[in-house]
């Protein structure tokens, strides 16, 4: 009698676990990945300038102040959602804003540029992804805040909103300012 039970008794023991681990997924923020990187060196990176590509720029090249790496590409999407805020934030000057062109055609990021602005002090080449995976890169958008003596002090995955600005980099910033 219990063998004709128990299809349906191990069905509902699954469905069960399916339905907790679904919900224990949704709680929290899924922008908010953990790093490996938090309170460690940013990772060394010799890459192309955009705008000057016979020269590269290097993590040597962005001691001594804190900056805000945002990860784009013209094949982002979502790039253009937080592109407003991140030009918001260089035009305030509220950190120094490093572009990082990921896995991009030089014409199409070019167009992009013209298109939604260049609000980047400097933007660096990342054209094959491989210094990305040093930074622990998913895709575009993501943006890192690197502090002052070059450690990682924050990532966040997917656009920036002005929430993630007020919430999570205005603070970490007012801790750098003395």
């Known amino acids: 009698m219990i063998q004709r039970w ?3 008794l191990a069905f509902l023991a699954l469905a069960v676990l399916l339905y907790a681990g ?6 929290g923020d899924q922008s908010v990945i953990p790093s490996p990187l938090i309170g460690k060196p940013a990772p060394s990176f010799d890459l192309p300038d955009y705008r000057d590509v016979s020269r590269t720029i290097s993590n040597a090249d962005l001691a001594g102040q804190p ?11 979502a790039c253009r959602l937080e592109h407003p805020i991140i030009t918001e934030i260089a035009r305030r000057g509220l950190v120094r804003v490093v572009g990082y062109n990921y896995k991009d055609e030089p014409a199409e990021a070019q ?10 002090d400097l933007i660096i080449v990342d054209a094959d992804g491989r210094s990305a995976i040093d930074w622990g890169i998913y895709g575009a958008p993501e943006t890192f805040l ?33």
Not at 22 to 27: A, F, H, I
């Open 111 to 120: 167009r992009w540029l013209q298109q939604f602005g260049d609000p980047y």
């Open 22 to 27: 679904v919900r224990l997924s949704g709680e």
């Open 67 to 77: 900056y805000l790496l945002n990860v784009w590409a013209s094949w982002c999407p």
């Open 146 to 178: 690197v502090d002052a003596n070059g450690q990682v002090i924050f990532k966040h995955v997917g656009p920036v909103t002005w929430d993630v600005v007020t919430q999570e980099l205005m603070p970490r910033l007012s801790k750098e300012t003395p």
């Open 6 to 8: 128990l299809p349906l």
